[in-house]
């Protein structure tokens, strides 16, 4: 049972586009010759009866079980046994938005230290929110232009009341509140060198209040926040009520959750848009850390963990018979293939796709690489074991919701 430590009791994988799905129950649960009842009772709720539990996920709107057409699979692995289902999709589920999809002009805003919850910006409203050329736009010039680079030497950046829109950041003007938000790298006493070490080393800007990095410092007027980092609160009124946005110190698996659905929805962005589906999750200084291959959007996911029988937060609150009946949310996620490439024996790997300039750079801070590592790797061994791997990549479904 050591492989099976981490892996979830019942897992559902469900495809919205193909109207079908695949439900694994773990051998521990469902004992030789026990029989397993699947039925779809109400709309949009699924429930899944074995000799003593009943689990019921709820599924969302518009998606429902066709019945008659849910068989076992001819093969049962030896961790447990899966089903093949059949769906009904009458509305797919739409895919949420990213801070980057969601920033508008002439709205007000509040930024938030996102490990924290401390005020970084208040009261931001942009006259202009432009997005920024595809991040390997520089190294594409010379094959669209026909003099010489035109940006050579030169760096896009915001003037006062522009927000730019990079693809796992922003960029911002940096006005006199940052002085009470956030510190930088370096003292006072160095600020005359500032420009010499800014050529030479990235300036960081951290939250004052908890210390985590937010971002880095462009120049002295231009701030870069990566979206990972913060909160982007908006505010009708013009006006921002600072205790209504003040958030408690979150625990890890808030955390986790944040980093999760920013990147997944950010995924489905711009692979709907630019039509990419290879990705490089790399440091700010270019290293990559992360290959990721997208390669579905329209997942649903449901999973019932090692956590459901002893009653703990994983299980809705409202249920009566802890011991026997659990519940949960079918969510919506992005399936993907990744590779982390520190594993020295995916070299090959790492190097071809390094040398593909169709594989799109994603930079993040060290901090929220080494994060996001984790998070792969503990989504992939709570999965079922013959669906943690593809080839030479790991699976892994991330949250959108």
């Known amino acids: 049972m050591e492989e099976t430590a981490k892996q979830d009791l019942v897992f559902l994988e469900l495809r919205q586009k193909l109207q079908s799905g695949l439900l694994f129950i773990r051998s521990d649960i469902v004992r030789d010759g026990a029989d397993v009842e699947i039925e779809s009772k109400q709309d949009s709720i699924l429930n ?3 000799a003593d ?16 057409l849910c068989q076992k699979s001819p093969g049962s692995t030896e961790h447990g046994s899966h089903f093949r289902l059949r769906l009904r999709v009458d509305q797919p589920s739409e895919a949420p938005c990213s801070v980057i999809g ?3 002009v002439k709205v007000t805003y509040s930024f938030l230290c996102q490990s924290c919850g401390s005020m970084v910006l208040q009261n931001r409203a942009f006259g202009r929110v432009l997005p920024l050329p595809n991040g390997n736009w520089n190294a594409l010039v010379d094959d669209w232009c026909c003099h010489p680079d035109p940006f050579a030497n030169r760096k896009l950046l915001p003037r006062d009341g522009d927000c730019l829109l990079g693809d796992t950041f922003i960029l911002l003007a940096r006005d006199s509140s940052c002085e009470q ?3 930088r790298e370096g003292n006072s006493s160095q600020q005359a060198s500032a420009e010499q070490k ?9 939250c004052r209040s ?3 990095v937010l971002g880095e410092e462009l120049t002295a007027e231009v701030l870069k926040f990566y979206i990972t980092e913060i909160l982007v609160k908006p505010h009708e009124d013009g006006e921002c009520d600072i205790a209504q946005l003040s958030l408690e110190t979150k625990p890890n698996s808030i955390r986790q959750r944040f980093l999760e659905q920013t990147l997944a929805s950010r995924l489905v962005e711009l692979s709907s848009a630019q039509s990419i589906f290879r990705f490089s999750i790399q440091t700010p200084d270019g290293k990559p850390v992360i290959l990721l291959w997208l390669l579905n959007t329209d997942t649903l996911v449901a999973s019932f963990p090692d956590a459901a029988a002893r009653g703990d937060s994983f299980i809705s609150a409202g249920d009566v018979h802890p011991r026997e009946h659990q519940s949960c ?9 990744y590779v982390l490439c520190s594993d020295s024996k995916l070299k090959d790997v790492v190097d071809v796709w390094e040398k593909d300039i169709s594989v799109h750079p994603l930079p993040l801070p060290q901090g929220s690489c080494e994060e996001l590592q984790k998070l792969l790797m503990s989504s992939t061994f709570r999965l079922p074991a013959f669906l943690r791997c593809m080839n030479s990549y790991q699976v892994c479904p991330l949250l959108q919701r």
Do not use: F
Not at 54 to 63: E, I, P, R
Not at 198 to 206: C, E, G, H, I, P
Not at 332 to 337: H, I, M, T
């Open 210 to 212: 908890c210390s985590a």
């Open 181 to 183: 938000t956030l510190t």
């Open 48 to 50: 899944i009866q074995t």
């Open 53 to 68: 539990w009943t689990y019921q996920v709820h599924l969302t709107s518009g998606v429902s079980l066709v019945e008659t």
């Open 329 to 337: 949310q079918a969510v919506q996620a992005v399936k993907v293939l």
């Open 198 to 206: 800014r050529s030479s080393k990235r300036v960081m800007v951290s």
């Open 102 to 104: 969601e920033l508008q």
